[in-house]
């Protein structure tokens, strides 16, 4: 049951057409885990918690440098050299005191992922390296977990749901392992990008709406223009190829 304070604070939402009073129980029932805590779990963060979710767990093992700042809104000046999972889970509990916030200051690899991930209803990408992007990949689709993916690159993002057994994942979209390197972000970036992966994240739970599958969103910030890439799943892809 929703509280007569929930049905106040969600008020704005559970009038949306099909949202309701039933989706908001969903979310009230739900639980997301975040992989990173910087310039896309930041925003997917805030808007989840703002919007009721009833657990949100976050991945982080980084420490907050003052190069984080122009993007990572959950990070301070006062949080220098801090854990991030400390400074993130602060400022999240303080927003919402009805959702249950867990922090996991890990390094995401093949030995932790399940446990890091296992029974929650959604994964987000909110990494910044293909080489754990794949490690949740392949997670999410043994699991049968939603999974979100979100990446960005100077004033360039992108976005995608995955639906395992569904629809194409990202060994569907990327090949190889690029090498590791310091790349552009301007902070609205992955804001934006966050956001829509936030979005995407409510839907898959309440169940409203048309999902971003089969379909790479790509939001240029040069131009300011949305377009979108058809995906086919791969029959040969190495993670969803046998499903």
Not at 65 to 91: C, F, M, P, T, Y
Not at 170 to 175: F, I, K
Request: charged share 25%; aromatic share 6%; with cysteine.
């Amino acid at each position: 049951m929703l509280t007569p304070e929930e049905k106040q604070r969600y008020d704005r939402q559970i009038i949306i057409n099909g949202f309701g009073e039933v989706g908001q129980k969903k979310l009230k029932h739900a639980s997301v885990v975040i992989a990173g805590s910087g310039g896309l779990g930041s925003p997917a963060a805030i808007y989840l918690v703002a919007a009721g979710i009833g657990k949100l767990r976050i991945i982080d093992h980084d420490k907050v440098e003052l190069s984080n700042l122009n993007r990572q809104i959950l990070h301070w000046d006062k949080d220098l050299g801090r854990e991030k999972v400390e400074s993130a889970g602060e400022k999240l509990s303080r927003m919402n005191g009805n959702v249950k916030i867990e922090m996991a200051g890990e390094t995401i690899n093949e030995s932790n992922v399940v446990k890091l991930t296992d029974s929650f209803d959604v994964i987000i990408d909110a990494m910044d390296n293909l080489e754990t992007r794949f490690i949740l990949n392949k997670t999410a689709i043994k699991q049968g977990t939603p999974f979100v993916h979100g990446a960005v690159y100077g004033l360039e993002g992108r976005a995608m749901t995955i639906i395992p057994g569904k629809t194409a994942c990202l060994g569907c979209v990327y090949r190889g392992l690029p090498p590791r390197e310091k790349f552009p972000v301007l902070g609205t970036t992955p804001g934006i990008i966050g956001m829509i992966q936030a979005t995407e994240a409510i839907k898959i739970i309440t169940g409203i709406g048309e999902l971003l599958t089969n379909r790479l969103l790509i939001y240029d910030g040069f131009k300011m223009k949305f377009m979108e890439i058809e995906i086919k799943r791969d029959p040969g892809c190495i993670f969803c190829g046998t499903l």
